[in-house]
């Protein structure tokens, strides 16, 4: 009733002896009062009116046994109404302005997140690495431990015998010289 005033500027004025025509009354004490009232102009157009077909629908039949088209029609129309709605806007703002507020802190929380990952995984690398330059190290201590032993257990070569290793060792000839010079 409410639309058919703001688009048509009509209203239903009410005559003391008689009812408005509304849900509660039969389909033919409707048709009474529209056809004896002053107010013929208004219920022509709130039966022409959308939403006032929708809610005829509503009249006989439970929402649940509408069929789909009905019920897509109906809930579009309480969504718009209630997209209308101030307080309602107010609190989806509110909604979306935490929901904006928790992805920033999940976002944040996450960088912090990757960090401890990136850095233990530094650790436990460095950790491996050590773990591996350690048993290296023991590794060449044990062959230079055991070489020493093998060195000792076997005669040492004087100095004259390493000279003389050095002196047998044949010397390339050098064949190229000879053939270049005239």
Known sequence: TGEVKALTGLTAERERERRVADHHQTEAEMQHTQANSKNAAYYEHLHNNSTYKLSEALRDKPFLA????TKAKILAFLCDELLQN??????????????????????????????????????????????????????????VEES??????????????????????PKKEDHDHEDKAP
Do not use: C
């Not at 509408?66 to 088209?69: D, P």
């Open 66 to 69: 509408l069929n789909a088209t």
């Open 86 to 143: 101030k307080s309602v806007l107010r609190q989806i703002d509110a909604s979306l302005d935490h929901l904006n507020q928790l992805k920033k802190e999940r976002y944040l929380l996450d960088m912090k997140i990757r960090k401890v990952r990136v850095l233990h995984q530094r650790k436990v690398r460095s950790e491996q690495s050590e773990k591996q330059q350690a048993l290296a190290l023991e590794r060449m201590q044990r062959l």
């Open 148 to 169: 020493n032993v093998v060195n000792r257990a076997s005669p040492q070569p004087t100095d004259d015998e390493q000279m003389s290793d050095k002196t047998e060792t």
